[in-house]
C-alpha cells in the first residue's frame, strides 16, 4: 500500500512539476545526450542514449526530447531495465518524444557513475544538421519529505543537464558525418 502511494505521489508530482521552472545544479549529476557514431546519411538510423552520470538515488526521471522533424523521424524508445515507462496520450508529438520513468527497486538508492537511461531511435531523412534539444527535465529521489502543503513528497534531484546535441546527416553515403558537439 505505501508503495502505490509513493507511486501515486511521484506521478502527481512529475504532472504538476511541468509548469514549475526548475533550476539546474550539477550537485546531484549529469544528464546527457549521446549519439552512438557511424556514418550517417539520409535513410540510416540514428540511435541517441540518454545517461545520466555520478547521481545517487535516481528514482524518477522526466524529460522531453526535442528535434527537428524535417531531419529525423521517431521510430522509438527502449528504456533500461531499471525503470518503467509511464506512457502518455502526448509522449510523441510532431518533433517532441516525453517520458516520465520510475526506476523498479525503489530501494536501491546506491550511487551510480554512469547509468544508461534510455536509447531513442530515428531515421535520418535528409543531408544537413540535425538538433535534438533535451528540455523539462525533472528528477526525484526515494527521499521523503513534508510539503508546504503538509503533504508527504519526493525530494527532487538536481541534474546538470547537457541541451542540445547537434550532428552532420552527409548528402553522400560514403562520407563520414562529423561527431557530436
Do not use: C
Request: aromatic residues 8%.
Amino acid at each position: 500500500m505505501r508503495k502505490q502511494y509513493g507511486l501515486t505521489v511521484m506521478i502527481v508530482l512529475l504532472l504538476v512539476s511541468l509548469f514549475a521552472p526548475y533550476p539546474a545544479s550539477a550537485a546531484g549529476g549529469q544528464l546527457e545526450l549521446v549519439r552512438v557514431p557511424n556514418a550517417l546519411k539520409p535513410g540510416s538510423k540514428v540511435k541517441i542514449r540518454i545517461n545520466a552520470s555520478q547521481v545517487q538515488d535516481l528514482y524518477g526521471l522526466q524529460f522531453n526530447l526535442k528535434f527537428n522533424s524535417s531531419q529525423l523521424r521517431y521510430e522509438g524508445m527502449k528504456i533500461s531495465n531499471q525503470y518503467i515507462n509511464y506512457p502518455s496520450s502526448s509522449q510523441t508529438k510532431e518533433g517532441q518524444v516525453s517520458a516520465a520513468l520510475i526506476r523498479k527497486e525503489s530501494k536501491d538508492t546506491s550511487y551510480k557513475k554512469k547509468l544508461q537511461v534510455a536509447e531513442m531511435t530515428f531515421t535520418a531523412l535528409k543531408p544537413g544538421v540535425a538538433t535534438l534539444q533535451l528540455h523539462g527535465v525533472k528528477a526525484i529521489t526515494t527521499e521523503v519529505y513534508v510539503n508546504e502543503h503538509g503533504k508527504n513528497d519526493l525530494r527532487l534531484l538536481p541534474l546538470e543537464t547537457m541541451k542540445e546535441l547537434l550532428f552532420q546527416i552527409s548528402p553522400h553515403p560514403g562520407k563520414k558525418s562529423d561527431s557530436p558537439s
